[in-house]
């Protein structure tokens, strides 16, 4: 009974880690892509004036 209560509660553990970092490496991604945005528009308005 325990050893099928602790082996689910791991599978579940393990969906949501990996369903955690994949939403984490998304948002990193996307905020590197923000970053380099950001830094490549501000290079341009300086340069402008």
């Avoid at 602790?6 to 369903?19: D, T």
């Amino acid at each position: 009974m325990y050893r099928g209560y602790l082996c689910g509660f791991v599978e579940k553990g393990l969906k949501f880690f990996l369903c955690f970092r994949g939403c984490l490496g998304r948002n990193f991604e996307i905020y590197a892509w923000l970053k380099s945005n950001l830094k490549s528009n501000f290079q341009a308005v300086l340069e402008e004036n």
